[in-house]
């Protein structure tokens, strides 16, 4: 996925600021577009930009490999350990009903692991700088 921003420094590391369009879909004018915050990105392919060129940029490789494993398999993974785990204390505690509990602790440990991915991700950092795709 590639999302717009404008480069607004370029003092030791390219700074841009997302353009966000959302609201703007049927508008090719950039004029109208609202700035967000500033962040970090590379020029992998030394581009050359200055301050207030549009550019389009992405998540590099590594971190869109790393974003979809985190996202996508880790609750998956955990839901079926989880699974495992339940079935096995249900059968040594012999607990009626083993499938509702095994549902419920499976559906509970999804929304658990992915509340804590949430979570971190609102402290981490990112783990590779987005780059710069192309320039408009």
């Known amino acids: 996925m590639e999302d717009k921003a404008v480069v607004v420094a370029l003092d030791n590391e390219i700074l841009v600021s997302p353009l966000l369009t959302g609201a703007c879909i049927n508008c090719e004018r950039s004029?109208?577009?609202?700035?967000?915050?500033?962040?970090p990105v590379s020029n992998p392919q030394n581009f050359s930009i200055s301050?207030?060129?549009?550019v389009n940029i992405?998540?590099?490789k590594k971190s869109q490999i790393a974003q979809g494993f985190v996202a996508l398999?880790?609750?998956?993974?955990?839901?079926i350990l989880i699974f495992f785990l339940s079935?096995?204390?249900?059968?040594?505690?012999?607990?009626?009903?083993?499938?509702?509990?095994?549902?419920?602790?499976?559906?509970?440990?999804?929304?658990?692991?992915?509340?804590?991915?949430?979570?971190?991700?609102?402290?981490?950092?990112?783990?590779?700088?987005?780059?710069?795709?192309?320039?408009?």
């Open 31 to 39: 004029s109208c577009a609202k700035k967000g915050r500033p962040f």
């Open 51 to 54: 301050v207030g060129s549009i």
């Open 58 to 60: 992405r998540a590099s």
């Open 73 to 79: 398999f880790l609750p998956i993974i955990f839901g």
């Open 87 to 136: 079935s096995f204390l249900c059968a040594k505690f012999s607990f009626p009903k083993p499938q509702l509990i095994q549902f419920l602790s499976t559906l509970l440990g999804i929304v658990l692991v992915s509340v804590l991915i949430y979570l971190l991700n609102l402290k981490k950092s990112r783990f590779h700088k987005s780059e710069i795709c192309s320039v408009d």
